[in-house]
């Protein structure tokens, strides 16, 4: 813990561990074996990685780097509400007509009108926040590249990473991609009752057909990511199948329902505490917990800021 005292502020490091961290990784060990062998009867090269319901990176070959194709739209999306909200202001109904489609029929025009307004820095930016330590971008959206493993880790932030006032518009419009680009993981992760936000990709490369997904899955209880990255796949079916038998085999066993929901535990959070002269607010994901894991006094003023 550290500490730091100046200005009659004191900032420390305060760790919170909700009642359900204690519960066992999901998906498990068994799981991730079973999409090891899977992959072994599949043709093409694949790439798969998972943050699991602890917050731990996973995955089977998932450093492999892929070019990117659509599924870099979610990263579009959450770079340009960023810069929006530094704006300090709300979407206009144009900038809406360039978002939604962007990724709910997962528009190029649209993608590319988004990405001459963020350009490579704001994505580059965004991806070191997420941790994403294999991707690059030069020039033009579609020029991405990344890994399984980037994918999970992103879409495990995503709603951290969105501007509170546009977290709950980002997470529908990923939520309600249309039906006929809502195949693999979301069609199994809904069928077995989680809630998914996700974004998926496909064009032809080199190798054949490039088929990818990442998505962010939560049950009651229990949350976590997947990103499944494909290339070489004989036809865009074929790559649809793969994702699917993935998606299949991670999510084959339901979680155990926890009495406590988890919020991508555990978190570490930076905790400056103010004595104001009057008043108390509080911000953050779990201010009172953090509170009660500080010891503070309830009159205490608390500005909670996630550590990054």
């Given at each position: 813990m550290r500490?730091?005292?100046?200005?009659?502020?004191?900032?420390?490091?305060?760790?919170?561990?909700?009642?359900?961290?204690?519960?066992?990784?999901?998906?498990?060990h068994g799981q991730m074996d079973a999409v090891r062998e899977y992959l072994k009867q599949r043709a093409g090269v694949v790439g798969v990685g998972v943050m699991d319901s602890r917050g731990r990176v996973r995955g089977v070959h998932g450093r492999r780097r892929f070019a990117s194709a659509s599924v870099v739209k979610a990263m579009l999306l959450v770079s340009?509400?960023?810069k929006v909200a530094h704006q300090e202001r709300g979407l206009t109904h144009y900038e809406h007509g360039k978002l939604r489609p962007m990724i709910r029929v997962s528009s190029n025009s649209a993608a590319t009108w988004v990405y001459n307004r963020v350009g490579d820095v704001l994505l580059r930016r965004l991806a070191r926040r997420a941790d994403m330590d294999q991707f690059s971008i030069c020039c033009y959206w579609s020029y991405a590249h990344f890994s399984a493993r980037d994918q999970a880790k992103f879409f495990w932030q995503l709603e951290r990473l969105t501007p509170p006032r546009f977290r709950d518009y980002a997470t529908h419009l990923l939520s309600t991609i249309v039906s006929r680009q809502s195949w693999g993981i979301p069609q199994v992760g809904r069928r077995r009752g989680a809630?998914?936000?996700?974004?998926?990709?496909?064009r032809k490369t080199a190798l054949g057909r490039l088929v990818h997904q990442a998505a962010f899955i939560r049950y009651p209880g229990t949350e976590f990511s997947l990103a499944v990255l494909t290339d070489g796949n004989p036809s865009r079916s074929y790559g649809i199948e793969t994702i699917t038998g993935v998606a299949r085999k991670i999510l084959r066993v339901k979680p155990q329902a926890s009495a406590t929901h988890q919020e991508h535990a555990p978190v570490a959070y930076d905790v400056a505490i103010r004595q104001p002269e009057g008043g108390t607010q509080l911000e953050g994901r779990d201010p009172e917990a953090a509170q009660l894991a500080a010891g503070l006094p309830a009159e205490s003023q608390l500005e909670l800021l996630r550590s990054r």
């Amino acid at each position: 813990m550290r500490h730091r005292i100046a200005a009659g502020i004191v900032t420390c490091a305060v760790l919170v561990i909700p009642a359900s961290a204690a519960a066992a990784p999901y998906p498990d060990h068994g799981q991730m074996d079973a999409v090891r062998e899977y992959l072994k009867q599949r043709a093409g090269v694949v790439g798969v990685g998972v943050m699991d319901s602890r917050g731990r990176v996973r995955g089977v070959h998932g450093r492999r780097r892929f070019a990117s194709a659509s599924v870099v739209k979610a990263m579009l999306l959450v770079s340009y509400l960023r810069k929006v909200a530094h704006q300090e202001r709300g979407l206009t109904h144009y900038e809406h007509g360039k978002l939604r489609p962007m990724i709910r029929v997962s528009s190029n025009s649209a993608a590319t009108w988004v990405y001459n307004r963020v350009g490579d820095v704001l994505l580059r930016r965004l991806a070191r926040r997420a941790d994403m330590d294999q991707f690059s971008i030069c020039c033009y959206w579609s020029y991405a590249h990344f890994s399984a493993r980037d994918q999970a880790k992103f879409f495990w932030q995503l709603e951290r990473l969105t501007p509170p006032r546009f977290r709950d518009y980002a997470t529908h419009l990923l939520s309600t991609i249309v039906s006929r680009q809502s195949w693999g993981i979301p069609q199994v992760g809904r069928r077995r009752g989680a809630s998914v936000f996700f974004k998926g990709a496909w064009r032809k490369t080199a190798l054949g057909r490039l088929v990818h997904q990442a998505a962010f899955i939560r049950y009651p209880g229990t949350e976590f990511s997947l990103a499944v990255l494909t290339d070489g796949n004989p036809s865009r079916s074929y790559g649809i199948e793969t994702i699917t038998g993935v998606a299949r085999k991670i999510l084959r066993v339901k979680p155990q329902a926890s009495a406590t929901h988890q919020e991508h535990a555990p978190v570490a959070y930076d905790v400056a505490i103010r004595q104001p002269e009057g008043g108390t607010q509080l911000e953050g994901r779990d201010p009172e917990a953090a509170q009660l894991a500080a010891g503070l006094p309830a009159e205490s003023q608390l500005e909670l800021l996630r550590s990054r």
